[in-house]
């Protein structure tokens, strides 16, 4: 300011004063450390600069300016004292002409190579100032940090992870290397946002890694930590952090540090963690385990599955080797103890199986497999293997083998073993010149215990049926079970009559009752029986046989046994024939029931009929329903073709009572397999309801073999049959094995005794005796009695005379088709 006072003041008249004040300024000027020279423009005729004349220096122009071309005088022009041409005056003139604050340049002295800074000041009145300062230090200085910079940033940038500085209070960034960027797809401005650390932290690291890095920088501790950070894209980063912290005046300034990429590194490790879990898994799955054993120290690596493998706890167990040997059941020490010397001297290798005793007493097999390290001379260094627990495995071979040879539920041989003995027995039959018999055992309505009370009742009531059967049976007797109820019997050394005691013996024993969970069941056998060599002389055949007897057991009435008889062969060859046909007798009209009287013994009134199946097959004529029923059994269809009775009989005696026939009861006959249909008694209702009769219009005639079984179920299902107001009667009463004790139980109305003693009535004693007792049981029990298979006055005669109420037979009708029924009661009228 002292300068441009020089200049702006002009010279006065006070000549003295202002001379005194030049010298102050002169001495201030000189004592300047810059060079100053005080400029004056000159202009040509045109107005335009020039040149510029130098009119005042000061001390320190001489030794600063080092550049200039001549001695600096006063009066020199600038052209020729700095060298500059027209061009230059020029440029320089534009520039500043019109400028109101200093400017300034930077230049280098061609002469001494040291920078300069040059500062102009403005014109004013034609004058200006030019100040010189040696800046060359400065440049020095400013040069070798941008070297050293440079050097810096070139390190940065090649170091493998993000060079950051950052506020110490607020952790906002202040610098962020170039690495930012491609590790984390955000740019270093992105970077640089207040907030932005904190912001992309994984959430789960938001909760402690902010308040981790605070306490460190409180403390001013350098610190290291992993966290993960969310990159643009989404991906989960793991970081791990090297920060230092930056103080001054004893506070915490900034914090700088070094970021590093471990997200490969951490895959990396969570895979190896992963495999190394698996195997522990697999180890575990599989049972086996590892362990190394150092032959020298004799000490011993067990993994932990081997612990659990051995069923102890590691710290129950050291690492001696001959702690885990104890564990070896001792009957195969010796044998294990043989097999590691026979491979540490290599004879052999170490492939071995041994069972351990666990804590609870048990045994576990175990596999055991190992490889020998040696040294350079051979010599064993440690022994490292594998154990593995195969017991199940061990098991289940056993398992398979006892299947290959015997009935999983019944233990009873199978079918190959029986193969094997026949062919023994066969051998020893044709050497001494002796029979065989072949039995073909089938329990009677097995399947229906089995739907109804469920295989588990089913499977115990075949165990215990084979129990009985084997306890019947001779040493060099067979049984085996040919699946489902079925069991195959070879009696070696077996003559017909030999046969028929074992038959007996065997229904009697396995018509017993049985008691399984607490229900009582009675099950019968059917049995066929082939003799060798009448009726065979190979196992196939034989069985076939006494399999075609078995089913003619069971054609007659079941719960007995059939020798096969060649009579058989077609007739089995008729029950194929006839099952098929029987499949579309319904839908063809073949099926027709014929009606038999049931009379009064009192006053001979038709008290009621009972429906009889009639079956005219086109070609084979007509069958009997006793030959075809069992069939339909078989196969099912006595369901359809029940029905069908039921729905057929009833329409009649609606028509007959319409058509003004006396009331009547309509019996129909109920198979067993009928009988344990559920629907049973909602079915018939329905079908009274349809036809518009009342309940009491029905009886359904039940046999023994419906009770047979289960008891239990047949009680409760009269019991829904007789709620619905159905009456029921038992058929061929006194054949049967039913118990008396459960007959108080049934809610029948009626027993109809059985014609094979209605026949004999009056010749056998013993049959008289039985009719008699069966009458008077009924009338103490509440229940009405008819006689079937009256034949004669005789027997009628005799039937009165013990009370029976009513009768039906051939004495009086045979069973009638509708319209001769009709007729036949009205000639009774
Ligand atoms: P069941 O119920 O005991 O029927 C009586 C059988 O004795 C009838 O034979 C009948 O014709 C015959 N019979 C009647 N009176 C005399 C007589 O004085 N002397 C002789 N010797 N026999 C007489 P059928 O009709 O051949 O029936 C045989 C069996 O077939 C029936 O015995 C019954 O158990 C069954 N059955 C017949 N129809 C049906 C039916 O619709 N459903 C069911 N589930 N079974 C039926
Ligand atoms: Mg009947
Ligand atoms: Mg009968």
């Not at 932005?196 to 306490?215: I, S, T, Y």
């Not at 024939?577 to 009064?600: C, D, G, I, T």
């Not at 003004?660 to 249909?677: E, K, Y």
């Not at 006194?734 to 029948?748: A, I, P």
Request: charged content about 25%.
């Amino acid at each position: 300011p002292v300068l441009y006072l020089a200049i702006l003041r002009p010279m006065n008249n006070q000549a003295q004063l202002i001379e005194k004040q030049k010298e102050h300024l002169s001495a201030i000027f000189d004592t300047l450390s810059e060079g100053v020279a005080l400029n004056e423009i000159i202009f040509n005729h045109a107005g335009e600069m020039v040149d510029y004349r130098i009119l005042e220096v000061n001390k320190a122009f001489y030794r600063v300016a080092d550049f200039v071309k001549n001695d600096p005088n006063r009066g020199q022009l600038a052209t020729t004292l700095y060298g500059m041409d027209s061009a230059f005056i020029l440029q320089f003139w534009e520039t500043h002409k019109n400028a109101t604050e200093s400017t300034h340049a930077e230049m280098i002295s061609p002469i001494s190579g040291r920078h300069f800074s040059i500062t102009t000041s403005p014109f004013i009145n034609n004058r200006f100032v030019t100040s010189f300062q040696d800046i060359t230090k400065r440049k020095r200085a400013e040069e070798k940090i941008a070297v050293s910079e440079a050097r810096l940033s070139v390190l940065i940038s090649t170091v493998d992870g993000v060079v950051w500085e950052a506020d110490a209070q607020t952790f906002n960034f202040t610098f962020v290397s170039a690495q930012a960027e491609r590790i984390t797809g955000f740019t270093t401005e992105e970077w640089l946002t207040p907030g932005f650390w904190v912001k992309q932290l994984h959430p789960d690291d938001r909760l402690w890694a902010p308040d981790f890095c605070a306490e460190c920088t409180l403390r001013m501790e350098p610190h290291e930590f992993e966290y993960r950070l969310i990159a643009k894209d989404g991906r989960t980063l793991w970081l791990r952090d090297l920060v230092t912290v930056v103080s001054q005046e004893g506070q915490p300034k900034w914090l700088r540090g070094l970021m590093v990429d471990i997200t490969q590194h951490k895959l990396d490790e969570a895979h190896i963690c992963r495999i190394q879990s698996n195997l522990i898994a697999a180890q575990k799955l599989a049972r086996i385990s590892f362990w190394e054993w150092d032959v020298l120290d004799n000490m011993a690596v067990w993994s932990d599955e081997t612990y659990h493998l051995f069923g102890r706890n590691k710290h129950d167990l050291n690492e001696h080797r001959q702690d885990f040997l104890n564990l070896i059941v001792p009957a195969d020490r010796d044998r294990v103890n043989r097999a590691l010397s026979d491979a540490l001297d290599g004879s052999r290798d170490y492939d071995i199986e041994y069972r351990v005793t666990l804590e609870n007493g048990q045994t576990k097999t175990i596999h055991a497999l190992a490889e020998i390290v040696r040294d350079a001379d051979g010599t064993p260094l440690t022994m490292r293997g594998t154990v593995q627990d195969i017991t199940e495995k061990k098991k289940t071979e056993e398992r398979i083998e006892k299947l290959a040879h015997f009935d999983q539920l019944t233990g009873l041989p199978n079918r190959i073993v029986l193969k094997d003995h026949f062919k023994f027995a066969l051998s020893l039959a044709q050497r001494r010149g002796e029979k065989l018999a072949v039995l073909f055992l089938d329990l009677d309505h097995f399947k229906d215990i089995n739907d109804t009370l469920g295989h588990g009742i089913g499977d115990q009531l075949l165990m215990e049926t084979s129990r009985r059967i084997k306890s019947l049976l001779r040493e060099e007797d067979t049984v085996a079970r040919q699946g489902g109820d079925e069991f195959t019997l070879i009696l070696p050394g077996t003559h017909a009559e030999g046969a028929t005691q074992v038959a007996l013996k065997l229904i009697h024993a396995l018509s017993q009752p049985c008691y399984i969970q607490s229900q009582e069941l009675t099950i019968t056998p059917s049995i066929g029986i082939a003799i060798y060599p009448d009726d065979g002389d190979n196992l196939e055949a034989l069985s076939k046989n006494a399999d075609t007897a078995m089913y003619r057991a069971k054609a007659e009435g079941r719960s007995t046994f059939r020798f096969f008889t060649a009579e058989m062969q077609t007739l089995s060859a008729r029950n194929l024939q006839l099952a098929n046909a029987l499949r579309h007798a319904l839908v063809r009209n073949e099926l027709q029931l014929h009606y038999q009287p049931q009379l009064s013994i009192q006053d001979g009134h038709i008290t009621g009929a009972e429906a009889l199946l009639r079956w005219q097959h086109p070609e084979l004529g007509m069958i009997s329903p006793a030959e075809f029923i069992p069939i339909a059994e078989d196969s099912g269809l006595i369901i359809p073709i029940g029905e069908w009775v039921l729905r057929t009989a009833l329409s009649q005696l609606k028509a007959w009572i319409n058509e003004g026939l006396p009331p009547m009861v309509m019996a129909v006959n109920l198979s067993a397999v009928q009988f344990r249909q559920q629907n049973l008694p909602e079915l018939v209702s329905a079908i009274l309801h349809e036809i518009e009769l009342p309940p009491e219009s029905l009886e359904l005639e039940l046999t023994e073999a419906a009770t047979i079984g289960n008891p239990q179920a047949a009680i409760s299902m009269m019991n829904q049959l007789h709620e619905h107001g159905i009456r029921m009667s038992i058929d061929d009463f006194g054949t049967g094995y039913s118990s008396l004790s459960y007959l108080k139980q049934f809610k029948v109305y009626k027993l109809k005794i059985d014609q094979s003693f209605v026949r004999e009535i009056t010749i056998d004693p013993d049959d008289k005796a039985i009719v008699t007792a069966i009458i008077s049981m009924a009338a103490g029990l509440g229940l009405q009695t008819i006689a079937e298979g009256v034949e004669t006055a005789e027997q009628l005669a005799y039937l009165r005379l013990q009370g029976c109420n009513e009768v039906q037979g051939y004495y009086f009708s045979k069973p009638l088709p509708a319209d001769k029924f009709r007729e036949f009661s009205l000639t009774l009228k």
